[in-house]
C-alpha cells in the first residue's frame, strides 16, 4: 500500500497563496501520474490538475493560470501551488495517484487507485 501524505494547507485570504506538498512513500517517477484533487462541502470530489511522468499536465477550468502541479521525482513528491486564491477554493485538498503504478516488466498500470487522508484549504 503506497502512503500519499498532504501538507501544506492552511486558512489564506482571497487573493493569498499556498503550496501544497505529498510525500509519497514510493516513486513517483513509475506512477501512472499523479494528481491533486478536492472536495468542498456538499460536492463532489473533483479534480484539480493532473501531471504525467512525461511532465505534461491539465488543469480544471477553474484553477487555469493560478494553480501550477509539478513534482519533484528525486523527493517523490508531487506539488501544487495555487495562487490568487479565492473563496471557491476553499475545500479539502487530496494527493492521488489514481491509477497506481506501473507493473514492473509490463508498463502497465496496475489501476490501484492510491489517495492521501486530505489537507484543510481555507480561502476566506
Known amino acids: 500500500h503506497v502512503q500519499l501524505v498532504e501538507s501544506g494547507g492552511g486558512s489564506v485570504q482571497a487573493g493569498g497563496s499556498l503550496k501544497l506538498s505529498c510525500a509519497a512513500s514510493r516513486d513517483i517517477f513509475n506512477s501512472c501520474g499523479m494528481g491533486w484533487y478536492r472536495q468542498a462541502p456538499g460536492k463532489e470530489r473533483e479534480l484539480v490538475s493532473r501531471?504525467?511522468?512525461?511532465?505534461?499536465?491539465i488543469y480544471a477550468d477553474s484553477v487555469k493560470g493560478r494553480f501550477t502541479i509539478s513534482q519533484d521525482n528525486a523527493k517523490n513528491t508531487p506539488y501544487l501551488q495555487m495562487n490568487n486564491l479565492k473563496t471557491e477554493d476553499t475545500a479539502v485538498y487530496y494527493c492521488?495517484?489514481?491509477?497506481?503504478?506501473?507493473?514492473?516488466?509490463?508498463?502497465?498500470?496496475?489501476?490501484?487507485?492510491?489517495w492521501g487522508r486530505g489537507t484543510q484549504v481555507t480561502v476566506s
Open positions: 501531471i504525467t511522468n512525461g511532465g505534461a499536465t
Open positions: 492521488a495517484a489514481p491509477l497506481g503504478w506501473r507493473v514492473a516488466g509490463t508498463g502497465r498500470c496496475d489501476n490501484v487507485a492510491n
